[in-house]
Nanobody, 117 residues
């Protein structure tokens, strides 16, 4: 299973970025896809997740600013980030939960998002 991310970069406060992640390989049992983020010295934290069944969850810190969406036919997940703040600066990781052959998560390589004030 491979996860390829794109869309990170640097933007000023109040700006927007769109992250994308495509899963390939043995990905015919995706339960959920989403995004985590991590800053140096802190634990990786959930940002947003969307289950294949359609339910979505975004953490309070990004509600109203970020939107998660999926294209199930293309095994792709997007994270539209608007009204970015300096505290959104982090490495963003794509995350996929597969059910087969074993229930386990897979991670992308990470993409840097930097928001300047």
């Amino acid at each position: 299973v491979q996860l390829v991310e794109s869309g990170g970069g640097m933007v000023q406060s109040g700006g927007s970025l769109r992250l994308s992640c495509t899963a390939s390989g043995a990905v015919n049992s995706i339960e959920a896809m989403g995004w985590y983020r991590q800053v140096p010295g802190k634990q990786r934290e959930l940002v947003a997740v969307e289950r294949t069944a359609g339910t979505r969850h975004l953490v309070d810190a990004v509600k109203g600013r970020f939107t998660i969406s999926r294209d199930n036919a293309k095994n792709t997940v997007h994270l539209q980030m608007n009204s970015l703040k300096p505290e959104d600066t982090a490495v963003y990781y794509c995350w996929v939960l597969l059910l087969m052959p074993d229930t386990r998560p897979y991670w992308g390589q990470g993409t840097q998002v930097t928001v300047s004030s």
